[in-house]
């Protein structure tokens, strides 16, 4: 398993942007399909964007064309770029490290906090 921590949270008015950085500690990262969650108060954790192994990106309808997932595996990081951020978007964002043996549990960072203000 890998070890993730998330930074880049904070409070921004609406129409503006954060990225936000998992940075993951371990061993083959590469292999790790990664993604970002988030929760909201009184709401169910949800997939925001998602980013294979070989680089095939997938999200969430409400923030296609918004948000962007990269990953850079030579610092073992992943990003999510936050763009045109909205009120809605407010939540907890975490990190998500799925190993391809789906025996092995993900892993979750410890979340940060992303507020947008109207």
């Known amino acids: 398993q890998v070890q993730l921590v998330e930074s880049g949270g904070g409070l921004v008015q609406t129409g503006g942007s954060l990225r936000l950085s998992c940075a993951a500690s371990?061993?083959?990262?590469?292999?790790?399909?990664m993604g970002w969650y988030r929760q909201a108060p009184g709401k169910q954790r949800e997939l925001v964007a998602g980013?294979?192994?070989?680089?095939?990106?997938n999200y969430a309808d409400y923030v296609k064309g918004r948000f962007t997932i990269s990953r850079d595996n030579a610092k073992n990081t992943v990003y999510l770029q936050m763009n045109s951020l909205k009120p809605e978007d407010t939540a907890v964002y975490y990190c998500?490290?799925?190993?391809?043996?789906?025996?092995?549990?993900?892993?979750w960072g410890q979340g940060t906090q992303v507020t947008v203000s109207s």
């Open positions: 371990g061993s083959f990262f590469s292999i790790y399909t």
């Open positions: 998500n490290a799925q190993h391809p043996l789906s025996t092995i549990p993900p892993s």
């Open positions: 980013i294979t192994s070989g680089g095939k990106t």
